[in-house]
């Protein structure tokens, strides 16, 4: 089961991918620049003080997903005894990573036009900081531990632990009298966002989760390389 | 014009330095993950060029490592 996820046949992919990847990332991002910081309209109420959302949201639902996709490609790895799993989700962390600072930077940008401080201990700001931190912990985990069996263990409780704070981040705006406003965009239903806006904003998205694939295949081919550094000593 | 998308009603200096950071930490996290890769990369090829001919047939013999010696990965 899963042969396709084995590294001999995912390297002759992931190694010829990233040049194309970067291009696309490139012309994605372009696009969405100019939307972001020239055509879209600004707010009535918040003025041009809004565009700081096409950086900020993007940023903020990538570290969510990509947290949520390690904490599943862990305990995936640990059902079907597939350690290929583990090198995924250890590549696909540092972006994660990288995205939730950059929420939290241009968060705290974004708060002081609109809430006249840079940092308030709101729920959503304090469970995104628990997320950086849960980021940090599980990146640090690899590089302290030597054992093979111990780091694995080790990252994915830090993930299982890591995962009751997502639903907390998403539903904080519902459960808790915060400053942040309840969420614009829903799936389900209708947006509470005009299009002229909601167009930038997926397109900055598209663009940061090229980036995010582009970051997973440099990190995983050097995961390779690395192991098959391991397996030349072993010759 | 040029003024306007600077200024934007006085709120340039929180957008363009929300956008600069983005950018900022993109271009650090992609010159991080190159210079690794590049030095990982290096290391293999070294220790590939100190192999006695039979041990280098054998690593010859796996499908990354043969990649990883073409050079044809590019980043």
């Given at each position: 089961?899963?042969?396709?996820?084995?590294?001999?046949k995912i390297?002759?992919?992931?190694s010829?991918?990233?040049?194309?990847?970067?291009?696309?990332?490139?012309?994605?991002?372009?696009?969405?620049?100019i939307?972001a910081l020239i055509?879209s309209p600004?707010?009535y109420k918040?003025?041009?003080?809004?565009r700081i959302?096409?950086?900020?949201?993007?940023?903020?639902?990538?570290?969510l997903g990509i947290?949520?996709?390690?904490t599943?490609?862990?305990l995936?790895g640990?059902?079907?005894?597939?350690?290929?799993?583990?090198l995924?989700?250890?590549s696909l962390?540092p972006?994660?990573?990288?995205?939730?600072?950059?929420?939290?930077?241009?968060?705290?940008?974004?708060?002081?036009?609109?809430?006249g401080t840079?940092?308030?201990w709101?729920?959503?700001?304090t469970?995104m900081?628990i997320?950086?931190?849960f980021?940090l912990l599980?990146l640090?985990a690899?590089?302290?531990y030597?054992?093979?069996e111990?780091?694995?263990k080790?990252?994915?409780?830090?993930?299982?632990f890591?995962?009751?704070?997502?639903?907390i981040i998403k539903?904080s705006?519902?459960?808790?009298n915060?400053?942040h406003?309840?969420?614009?965009?829903?799936?389900?239903?209708?947006?509470a966002?005009h299009?002229?806006m909601l167009?930038?904003?997926?397109?900055m998205?598209?663009?940061f989760?090229?980036?995010s694939?582009l970051?997973?295949l440099m990190?995983?081919?050097t995961?390779?390389?690395k192991?098959?550094n391991?397996?030349?000593?072993?010759l | 014009m040029?003024?306007e998308?600077?200024n934007m009603?006085g709120?340039?200096?929180?957008?363009?330095?929300?956008f600069s950071f983005?950018?900022?930490?993109?271009a650090?996290l992609?010159?991080?993950t190159?210079?690794q890769?590049i030095?990982?990369?290096?290391?293999?090829?070294?220790k590939y060029g100190?192999?006695d001919?039979q041990?280098a047939?054998?690593?010859?013999?796996?499908t990354?490592?043969?990649?990883?010696?073409?050079?044809?990965?590019?980043?």
């Amino acid at each position: 089961m899963f042969k396709i996820f084995e590294p001999n046949k995912i390297f002759l992919i992931t190694s010829k991918a990233p040049k194309y990847v970067m291009a696309l990332f490139i012309a994605v991002i372009s696009i969405g620049l100019i939307e972001a910081l020239i055509l879209s309209p600004e707010d009535y109420k918040q003025s041009h003080s809004v565009r700081i959302m096409y950086v900020h949201v993007p940023a903020a639902w990538i570290s969510l997903g990509i947290f949520s996709s390690i904490t599943l490609l862990s305990l995936s790895g640990y059902i079907f005894k597939n350690k290929n799993f583990f090198l995924i989700a250890k590549s696909l962390a540092p972006s994660g990573l990288v995205f939730n600072i950059i929420a939290l930077v241009t968060g705290s940008i974004w708060g002081k036009p609109t809430w006249g401080t840079w940092w308030a201990w709101d729920a959503r700001i304090t469970s995104m900081l628990i997320l950086a931190i849960f980021y940090l912990l599980y990146l640090i985990a690899w590089r302290i531990y030597e054992d093979k069996e111990k780091v694995l263990k080790i990252t994915t409780l830090i993930t299982i632990f890591g995962i009751i704070n997502i639903p907390i981040i998403k539903y904080s705006v519902d459960w808790w009298n915060t400053l942040h406003q309840p969420a614009s965009i829903n799936i389900m239903s209708k947006s509470a966002i005009h299009s002229s806006m909601l167009l930038p904003l997926m397109i900055m998205t598209a663009a940061f989760a090229l980036f995010s694939l582009l970051i997973f295949l440099m990190k995983y081919n050097t995961e390779l390389i690395k192991l098959k550094n391991k397996g030349l000593d072993r010759l | 014009m040029i003024n306007e998308l600077l200024n934007m009603n006085g709120y340039g200096l929180y957008v363009w330095s929300a956008f600069s950071f983005t950018l900022l930490s993109f271009a650090t996290l992609y010159s991080v993950t190159k210079v690794q890769y590049i030095r990982e990369k290096n290391k293999f090829i070294a220790k590939y060029g100190e192999l006695d001919a039979q041990k280098a047939k054998i690593a010859r013999t796996q499908t990354i490592n043969q990649e990883i010696l073409s050079g044809s990965q590019s980043i």
